[in-house]
């Protein structure tokens, strides 16, 4: 699926890819958040830490009617707020990525996968 922004000059498509590349490298500059996460199910559900070529397998991202649906697996950091790790997150995407690609993010969710201590 791929978003598309019409202007008087012409139409602009924007893939996924694009999208998630783009909101990884947004989420992982937040404070508190470690990395991007990829749950592994045939290890009985353990979580772990993708490289950061890897930002956009943690990132799930629908386009309906040039509107953005992200869902974020990510690790935090131990000892922060969960609560406010996510909400600076979910805005910080929001803002860069409704500024980038002209598109309206209607709703980005946090999937806390792990926690990992900070040296």
Not at 48 to 66: F, M, Q
Not at 82 to 89: G, K, M, S
Request: aromatic content about 8%; overall charge neutral; proline content about 0%.
């Amino acid at each position: 699926m791929k978003g598309i922004y019409t202007s008087k000059m012409g139409e602009v498509q924007i893939t996924t890819d694009v999208i998630a590349t783009y909101a990884g490298t947004t989420a992982v500059e937040c404070f508190g958040i470690v990395g991007m996460a990829k749950v592994y199910t045939r290890d009985g559900g353990i979580a772990r830490l993708l490289k950061k070529e890897s930002l956009t397998k943690g990132i799930s991202v629908h386009i309906a009617e040039n509107e953005i649906n992200l869902d974020f697996h990510v690790i935090v950091a131990y000892g922060v707020s969960i609560q406010a790790v996510a909400d600076n997150l979910i805005e910080n995407v929001r803002y860069k990525l409704e500024e980038f690609t002209g598109m309206r993010v209607n709703r980005v969710n946090v999937f806390v996968e792990g926690v990992r201590v900070i040296d």
